[in-house]
Nanobody, 125 residues
Framework: RVQLVESGGGSVQAGGSLRLSCVAS????????MAWFRQPPFEREREGVA?????????EYAVSVEGRFTISKDDAKTTVYLQMNDLKPEDAGGYYC?????????????????WGRGTQVTVSS
């Protein structure tokens, strides 16, 4: 099973930037898709932010972050990054890395076998 560790969260003012990292270790049982999800404060659901494949060129983005966020990866380190620019207060929340997708749309939380513990992002206006 894959273990995931996120880092890079913090507090910024609106318009600022943060870079999140997610390091994967262990064995992928299914696909090598990795994704970032976020959970706004007081919300129960996590929403997909971006996804990429380790060893592939596939990327996906939520409409709300296109043009501001960039997902990238280091295949050799089995690490994905999320560069977040022009942050807005509505981007705040817990950011979680997910991996080892069993299938389904990339935004489907139920499709991922492994999850990290998350890293917090706070954006002040």
């Amino acid at each position: 099973r894959v273990q995931l560790v996120e880092s890079g969260g913090g507090s910024v003012q609106a318009g600022g930037s943060l870079r999140l990292s997610c390091v994967a270790s262990g064995t992928f049982d299914s696909s090598r898709r990795m994704a970032w999800f976020r959970q706004p404060p007081f919300e129960r659901e996590r929403e997909g932010v971006a996804a990429a494949y380790i060893g592939g060129d596939y990327t996906e983005y939520a409409v709300s972050v296109e043009g501001r966020f960039t997902i990238s990866k280091d295949d050799a380190k089995t690490t994905v990054y999320l560069q977040m620019n022009d942050l807005k207060p509505e981007d705040a929340g817990g950011y979680y890395c997910a991996a080892d997708a069993r299938g389904g749309h990339w935004t489907w939380t139920g499709g991922y076998i492994s999850w990290g513990r998350g890293t917090q992002v706070t954006v002040s206006s």
